[in-house]
T-cell receptor, first 112, second 113 residues
Framework: AQSVTQPDIHITVSEGASLELRCNYSYGATPYLFWYVQSPGQGLQLLLKYFSGDTLVQGIKGFEAEFKRSQSSFNLRKPSVHWSDAAEYFC??????????FGAGTRLTVKP | NAGVTQTPKFQVLKTGQSMTLQCAQD?????MYWYRQDPGMGLRLIYY???????DKGEVPNGYNVSRLNKREFSLRLESAAPSQTSVYFC????????????FGPGTRLLVL
């Protein structure tokens, strides 16, 4: 089965600074890749997803992610972080059917 | 348009008690899912239903049963709760499996004593 690793449990960045959250996946076939965000006490919301085509995908709230097959990575980026971006971020990989595996999450703290 | 709703929001059980978590979606989605979220482990898929009348096991199905009552509703049952089932449970739905966006409910926080 597929699996996801998010190496960073917690990241702190200053407001206005750039952000990169790392995600590495393991899957033998073409992966379906997702980034979700979870605010405290809430469910998850999709930021962006990748299936095929252009390896740089744009999402909501100014986020983007780049798929690198050679590195089995799908890192999430944002050029300038806002205080409202503080949340937990989850990378996920699907098998093209209904089996979705999530990473353990990265908690983002934004310093004023 | 409420999206995905879950009841109850919070529940305390004693070991051995049973309960059913309810989930409903009003987006006419075909696929529905149950996940549990534990600290440091992300979300893990318990069961899913690709369409009305079908259910399949996910990554961690032991100790749980599910029912896809109709297209809108997908319930999760704990027959004999154990402390290891203390978790936050999320229901999600998707128009289709695979690459479809999953829409999540607000979660049910379950404490088993």
């Amino acid at each position: 089965a597929q699996s996801v690793t998010q190496p960073d449990i917690h990241i702190t960045v200053s407001e206005g600074a750039s952000l990169e959250l790392r995600c590495n996946y393991s899957y033998g076939a073409t992966p379906y890749l997702f980034w979700y965000v979870q605010s405290p006490g809430q469910g998850l919301q999709l930021l962006l997803k990748y299936f095929s085509g252009d390896t740089l995908v744009q999402g909501i709230k100014g986020f983007e992610a780049e798929f690198k097959r050679s590195q089995s990575s799908f890192n999430l980026r944002k050029p300038s972080v806002h205080w409202s971006d503080a949340a937990e971020y989850f990378c996920a990989v699907g098998d093209g059917n209904n089996d979705m595996r999530f990473g353990a999450g990265t908690r983002l703290t934004v310093k004023p | 348009n409420a999206g995905v709703t879950q009841t109850p929001k919070f529940q305390v059980l004693k070991t051995g008690q049973s309960m059913t978590l309810q989930c409903a979606q009003d987006m006419n989605h075909n696929s529905m899912y149950w996940y549990r979220q534990d600290p440091g482990m992300g979300l893990r898929l318990i069961y899913y239903s690709a369409s009305e009348g079908t259910t399949d096991k996910g990554e961690v199905p032991n100790g749980y049963n599910v029912s896809r009552l109709n297209k809108r509703e997908f319930s999760l049952r704990l027959e004999s709760a154990a402390p290891s089932q203390t978790s936050v449970y999320f229901c999600a739905s998707s128009e289709y499996g695979g690459g479809g966006t999953q829409y999540f409910g607000p979660g049910t926080r379950l404490l088993v004593l």
